[in-house]
T-cell receptor, first 112, second 117 residues
Framework: SQKIEQNSEALNIQEGKTATLTCNYTNYSPAYLQWYRQDPGRGPVFLLLIRENEKEKRKERLKVTFDTTLKQSLFHITASQPADSATYLCALVRGSQGNLIFGKGTKLSVKP | SAVISQKPSRDICQRGTSLTIQCQVDSQVTMMFWYRQQPGQSLTLIATANQGSEATYESGFVIDKFPISRPNLTFSTLTVSNLSPEDSSIYLC??????????????FGPGTRLTVL
């Protein structure tokens, strides 16, 4: 069955540094991959989508890469701020109905 | 984008009872999804609810336990039946906007936190 793993449950970094989160998947070849942010007590919020034919996608301080050979996506937050502290989820689309498979998430803490 | 509300935001229920969760969207959408997020776990899709057809359940989830209604394009309910403590979780609904907007981007409600005693 398809499996999606986010390697770190938690990541602590200093303000101003770049945070890098990893998402690996197996038994699947997704057409695209999504990243979401989830704050405590809230539903996930969509951040970025990257297609299989795109190597990299950027949005402000966010950058996502997608390596279909390695079956891996990296999510970077540059110049991190305490407000970036949240849980970040990667998700793959499965099937024609757009069903998403989510990783467990990485809880990012940015210390001032 | 879409704005989604859920009711109730939280509830504490007794074992053996049922809870019905409502999901309201501010625009008409074809596809609505119901997820469960157990403590420390990621989101697991329960079912896909399309208006005008029966809900499609994922492996491990059955209609008798999680009946879903989808009476129109802006509303859905999920009932969690015959509650047990293992059903304690956050339940979230989400929608996917019609094609033409962002590619399969889903918008989530704030979730309903259920505690079963």
């Amino acid at each position: 069955s398809q499996k999606i793993e986010q390697n770190s449950e938690a990541l602590n970094i200093q303000e101003g540094k770049t945070a890098t989160l990893t998402c690996n998947y197996t038994n699947y070849s997704p057409a695209y991959l999504q990243w979401y942010r989830q704050d405590p007590g809230r539903g996930p919020v969509f951040l970025l989508l990257i297609r299989e034919n795109e190597k990299e996608k950027r949005k402000e301080r966010l950058k996502v890469t997608f390596d279909t050979t390695l079956k891996q996506s990296l999510f970077h937050i540059t110049a991190s701020q305490p407000a970036d502290s949240a849980t970040y989820l990667c998700a793959l689309v499965r099937g024609s109905q757009g069903n998403l498979i989510f990783g467990k998430g990485t809880k990012l803490s940015v210390k001032p | 984008s879409a704005v989604i509300s859920q009711k109730p935001s939280r509830d504490i229920c007794q074992r053996g009872t049922s809870l019905t969760i409502q999901c309201q969207v501010d625009s008409q959408v074809t596809m609505m999804f119901w997820y469960r997020q157990q403590p420390g776990q990621s989101l697991t899709l329960i079912a896909t609810a399309n208006q005008g057809s029966e809900a499609t359940y994922e492996s491990g989830f059955v209609i008798d336990k999680f009946p879903i209604s989808r009476p129109n394009l802006t509303f859905s309910t999920l009932t969690v039946s015959n509650l047990s403590p293992e059903d304690s979780s956050i339940y979230l609904c989400s929608v996917e906007l019609p094609s033409g907007s962002s590619y399969n981007e889903q918008f989530f409600g704030p979730g309903t936190r259920l505690t079963v005693l």
